[in-house]
Structure formats: structure tokens, C-alpha cells
């Protein structure tokens, strides 16, 4: 019986924001835990688009804020999931 948890640990194996072994093992039904496994490599993603978008002369204003947005998002998310680790 699949749980919001397990879908949405699913769906995020589908991504390319997780390493491959650590997709196999959310598809093999070995579910991680909110751990720095998952949560490292997303603040990377979250920082890498950042950086690019930021970097990138031919960024709009809007595309800026909503990197930057999502950075956001990432740390506050992060920071929340850490706390009740």
C-alpha cells in the first residue's frame, strides 16, 4: 500500500535530483529517511540553480527572484526537516 510518503519519495527518484544508487533504492521500495542523503543533494540543486541563473547575463529579473526563491524555500524546508530529525 503506497503512502503519501512513498509517492512522493517516488516521484523524486524519477528526477535527475538524486544520485542514481540513491533512485534504485526509493524504486526498490527502500525508502530513505529525511536525511542528509536527500536533503544535501536537493540544497545542491536548490544552490546550482541559484548560481547559474544568477550568473547569467541573460537572466530576467523575475527568473533572478525566482531562483532565488527556491533556494529560499530549499534552506527553510531544510532547516525544518533537520529540526525534527
Not at 19 to 24: K, P, V, Y
Not at 26 to 43: H, K, N, V, W, Y
Amino acid at each position: 500500500m503506497n503512502t503519501l510518503k512513498s509517492d512522493i519519495q517516488g516521484q523524486l527518484a524519477r528526477t535527475n535530483l538524486l544520485s542514481q544508487e540513491q533512485s534504485s533504492e526509493i524504486l526498490a521500495g527502500r525508502f530513505s529517511t529525511l536525511q542528509e542523503d536527500i536533503i544535501m543533494p536537493l540544497l545542491i540543486g536548490a544552490m546550482d540553480c541559484e548560481a547559474m541563473t544568477g550568473c547569467d547575463p541573460k537572466s530576467t529579473w523575475t527568473e533572478r527572484r525566482m531562483a532565488r526563491l527556491g533556494l529560499i524555500l530549499a534552506f527553510l524546508l531544510a532547516l525544518g526537516a533537520a529540526s525534527r530529525v
